[in-house]
């Protein structure tokens, strides 16, 4: 497990509405090599207005790593972050 700095911001989605979340998290070995694997990836523009953006910046101490994701490039390693984060910004 590694700890991160994470900070999320969400845009598109119907009302083009943006929401952000920042935690500490610990992330797995496999979790870690999935976004670190998509680090400095400027992703794609969400396919559709009603599609959501996601802008994930990780640090750990001077280290920092930025993934831009359309909607549909969330995969599967990816979700769970995202959504840990978006429940964060939801509950406040």
């Known amino acids: 497990m590694s700890r991160f700095e994470v900070s999320l911001r969400r845009t598109g989605g119907v009302t083009g509405a943006r929401l952000s979340a920042r935690a500490d998290v610990d992330l797995s070995e496999r979790e870690e090599q999935a976004w670190l694997a998509r680090s400095g990836d400027a992703g794609r523009e969400p396919e ?3 599609r959501f953006s996601y802008e ?3 640090a750990r101490g001077d280290e920092r790593h930025r993934v831009v994701l359309g909607e ?7 979700r ?6 978006l429940e964060a910004a939801r509950s406040g």
Do not use: C, M, Q
């Open 80 to 85: 769970p972050l995202i959504d840990r984060l």
């Open 56 to 58: 994930v910046e990780l």
């Open 72 to 78: 549909t490039e969330v995969t599967d390693e990816l």
């Open 48 to 50: 559709g207005p009603d």
